[in-house]
């Protein structure tokens, strides 16, 4: 399984960006996704998850309403799109599917929210 994160950097508040996870290893289109996020000094934290067909997601309330979680089976391909971002939101964001009960992570892509 290899999962690697794209698309972070910095960026002023009330801005956007979109991450992208490309996928490798494993059948992505039977697989939901998701992603999480760590602050500095903070716990890893989930921020939203899609099915494996896209057809459901879900997301942190401090999310909810700005991040977009969406994929692209054909390009074994998960997305972040993330909008009006605040400082709050400035963390190193994963990628993570779980396969045969384990957890599987990328190495990260920052994001910084700041002006």
């Known amino acids: 399984v290899q999962l690697v994160e794209s698309g972070g950097g910095l960026v002023q508040p009330g801005g956007s960006l979109r991450l992208s996870c490309a996928a490798s290893?494993?059948?992505?289109?039977?697989?939901?996704m998701r992603w999480y996020r760590q602050a500095p000094g903070k716990e890893r934290e989930w921020v939203a998850a899609?099915?494996?067909?896209?057809?459901?997601?879900n997301y942190a309330d401090s999310v909810k309403g700005r991040f977009t979680i969406f994929r692209d089976n054909a390009k074994n391909t998960v997305y972040l799109q993330m909008n009006s971002l605040k400082p709050e939101d400035t963390a190193v964001y994963y990628c993570n599917v779980f396969r045969s009960g384990s957890p599987y992570w990328g190495q990260g892509t920052q994001v910084t929210v700041s002006s």
């Open positions: 290893g494993f059948t992505f289109s039977s697989n939901a």
């Open positions: 899609i099915s494996s067909a896209g057809g459901n997601t």
